[in-house]
């Protein structure tokens, strides 16, 4: 299983990014998907999630700027950035809480990030 992350970059403030994450290889189930985040000298954090039947959770510093959603094909996930500070500079990792196989464990993947960079 891969997940493979696109559409980083560097942005001014309040510009817009969309960040996108496909999943790929033998894939059964994908129970949640989503976005996290790390800031140098930080700790990764949660950005946003999303169920398999679209019930969502986002960080309290990205409600109502951040807008994430499931693509036209399970295995993708999208991820628009509003009104970006740069206090949102970080490298964003795609994540996946999925069954590789029906009869394989279900287990947390990673994608290996994409930086976003918030800067005048």
């Known amino acids: 299983v891969q997940l493979v992350e696109s559409g980083g970059g560097l942005v001014q403030p309040g510009g817009s990014l969309r960040l996108s994450c496909a999943a790929s290889?033998?894939?059964?189930?994908?129970?949640?998907m989503g976005w996290y985040r790390q800031a140098p000298g930080k700790q990764r954090e949660l950005v946003a999630t999303?169920?398999?039947?679209?019930?969502?959770n986002y960080a309290d510093s990205v409600k109502g700027r951040f807008t994430i959603s499931r693509g036209n094909a399970k295995n993708l996930v999208d991820l628009q950035m509003n009104s970006l500070k740069p206090e949102d500079t970080a490298v964003y990792y795609c994540?996946?809480?999925?069954?590789?196989?029906?009869?394989?464990?279900?287990?947390?993947?990673w994608g290996q990030g994409t930086q976003v960079t918030v800067s005048s």
């Open positions: 999303i169920t398999s039947g679209g019930n969502t």
């Open positions: 994540n996946a809480d999925l069954r590789p196989g029906a009869t394989m464990m279900r287990g947390t993947y």
């Open positions: 290889g033998g894939i059964d189930s994908i129970y949640v």
